[in-house]
């Protein structure tokens, strides 16, 4: 099965189809990739070494300008994409389609139509974004995208689905989109049905990435950079005291805080430790977060709580890849146990590849 990856961040459902391959032998293999941040791209090259097999598109909107001749000459069988959710997010303005890169949806219609065009329409199609994307401008927005596809002759699924779910540590919800050109009468797909899909066949002898809660990855000594200052107005920043509206803060999480972009925010959002819960487990209810010794977690940490390897972050380093840049990575790309639970249903499971 031959896979297109658009706005490809650091290859999340790569990353899941060749784990998938490793341990079931189902061979997914990712042709080509889009990807426009220069330093994702070099994360993605680091930890995928197939990428030496696959064609870079680069800018998709320049690709789809140019070059329609070599969209038809990509043999696809599955297009997945995650197009930029800032738009949508509730951390964002919302300014949904009115954004540019809202409108970024429709580089990949124009792909889905450049292939139906040539009588070889791309049979399924996995979409990822925030949940705010379904109730955005009152769900108009949803719709169009989802009318959109079934314009073109998809049928359409979708649900949220949270990678906590899939034995990461870390609430993360996801709306997932799932449409094939394939009828599926019998066919089922929700949160609930993948989710205890997974749970039902899950073995320890697969090749994920796994945590019961954040202290099962915390590093008992990190280096002194990843602590937090002790400055009053930086702990009052974290503590949400020099905000306008109410902010409760958390620390010690069990299960992390959904991983943004930014690795500092206040702890209402963010994901700090005390010492003391890193090395004991246990919390203690009379701290002064003012002035207790607290860090953040780390990018390897982070990386971690998305299902990739230890190692992984060690390949970005070597490729020149800065923990800003990291911390950025990990909280824009896929949730990889998530999606090895979703290709794993659609493929193994239900074997929808083989069905007319």
């Known amino acids: 099965m031959n896979h297109l990856e658009l706005f490809a961040g650091i290859g999340g459902l790569s990353r899941a189809a060749e784990l998938l391959y490793k341990d079931f032998g189902t061979s997914i293999s990712t042709i080509a990739y889009s990807e426009i941040d220069k330093h994702a791209i070099k994360t993605y090259r680091a930890i995928h070494p197939s990428h030496k097999y696959s064609l870079s598109m680069g800018d998709l909107i320049e690709w789809n300008q140019t070059k329609d001749e070599q969209t038809r000459s990509l043999d696809i069988d599955l297009l997945s994409g995650g197009f930029p959710c800032q738009t949508f997010s509730s951390a964002g303005k919302r300014a949904g389609m009115l954004d540019p890169r809202g409108t970024l949806f429709y580089e990949i219609l124009h792909i889905l139509e450049v292939k139906l065009q040539q009588g070889k329409p791309i049979p399924y199609i996995l979409l990822e974004n925030v949940r705010g994307l379904t109730t955005h401008d009152k769900g108009n927005t949803f719709r169009t995208i989802k009318t959109s596809l079934e314009n073109l002759g998809y049928t359409v699924y979708w649900d949220l689905f949270n990678a906590a779910d899939y034995k990461l540590a870390q609430n993360r919800n996801r709306l997932i989109i799932f449409a094939t050109t394939k009828s599926l009468p019998s066919f089922t797909f929700n949160s609930t049905v993948v ?33 937090l200052s002790k400055s009053p107005s930086y702990r009052s920043y974290i503590l949400g005291e020099n905000t306008t509206y109410r902010t409760v803060p958390k620390f010690d999480r069990d299960i992390a805080a959904t991983l943004t972009c930014k690795s500092d925010r206040r702890a209402s959002m963010g994901n700090y430790y005390t010492l003391d819960y890193i090395q004991t487990g246990n919390r203690d209810s009379s701290v002064d977060y003012k002035t207790a010794d607290l860090r953040k977690i780390t990018p390897t940490e982070s990386f971690l709580l998305q299902g990739f390897r230890e190692e992984d972050v060690k390949l970005a380093r070597s490729a020149g890849v800065s923990d800003t840049q990291l911390y950025k990575q990990a909280g824009n790309t896929y949730s990889v146990n998530m999606f090895y639970a979703v290709l794993y249903y659609l493929f193994l499971d239900q074997r929808i590849q083989e069905k007319q």
């Open 195 to 227: 989710k205890n899909t997974f749970n039902r066949d899950y073995s320890k002898d697969w090749s994920l990435t796994t945590q019961t809660k954040v202290r099962d990855i915390l590093k008992p000594t990190v280096d002194p950079k990843y602590n």
